[in-house]
T-cell receptor, first 116, second 114 residues
């Protein structure tokens, strides 16, 4: 069975600090996709990134970076020089390629508070 | 612009009443989903539909019902059988691409029982 674990329920940091959000996943499949979503206070989930299981290159987008390690089944998300606007709930999710349109499996989310 | 529209944004229900939450998309997506979000619980799947006139129960379907008569629309009815309906409800849609694509989400409906 597929599972996504976000062990950090809540994190608080001071503005300009770096912060890493952890995501550990379980799947028996060799082909799968991992996602990160951001949920700001407005409520709508916003897509941040997708990574397929064959691409272990780390990705950087501005202050955001993602570290995918198949050896540890982790897909961690780092925000560099955090800002108050980064305050949100962040969800990690897993999709099995062979399951067609079956639902994504979400972690329980990590609430990040960035304090000015 | 294409997207998903959920309405209303806020909804109040008296105990014992059924209410229907609207979800409409103009993205031409085949699959649509309903999730419930409670504080600290993450997203829990209520129902989903992969094609018109077909839908499946998710993890917490009891007390809810859905229909999928049109590709664009996937309304969720919260029935009086749902004992604790106060929550934030999110609708999402997805292209059929064997798991490659994630979801597009609506902005949610916050339901409160009064």
């Amino acid at each position: 069975a597929q599972k996504v674990t976000q062990a950090q329920t809540e994190i608080s940091v001071v503005e300009k600090e770096d912060v890493t959000l952890d995501c550990v996943y379980e799947t028996r499949d060799t082909t799968y996709y991992l996602f990160w979503y951001k949920q700001p206070p407005s409520g709508e989930l916003v897509f941040l990134i997708r990574r397929n299981s064959f691409d272990e290159q780390n990705e950087i987008s501005g202050r955001y970076s993602w570290n995918f390690q198949k050896s540890t089944s982790s897909f961690n998300f780092t925000i560099t020089a955090s800002q108050v606007v980064d305050s949100a709930v962040y969800f990690c999710a897993l999709s099995d390629r062979n399951s067609g349109n079956t639902p994504l499996v979400f972690g329980k989310g990590t609430r990040l508070s960035v304090i000015a | 612009d294409g997207g998903i529209t959920q309405s209303p944004k806020y909804l109040f229900r008296k105990e014992g009443q059924n209410v229907t939450l609207s979800c409409e998309q103009n993205l031409n997506h085949d699959a649509m989903y309903w999730y419930r979000q409670d504080p600290g619980q993450g997203l829990r799947l209520i129902y989903y539909s992969q094609i018109v006139n077909d839908f499946q129960k998710g993890d917490i379907a009891e007390g809810y019902s859905v229909s999928r008569e049109k590709k664009e629309s996937f309304p969720l009815t919260v029935t009086s059988a749902q004992k604790n309906p106060t929550a934030f409800y999110l609708c999402a849609s997805q292209l059929p691409d064997r798991g490659r694509r994630g979801y597009t989400f609506g902005s949610g409906t916050r339901l409160t029982v009064v």
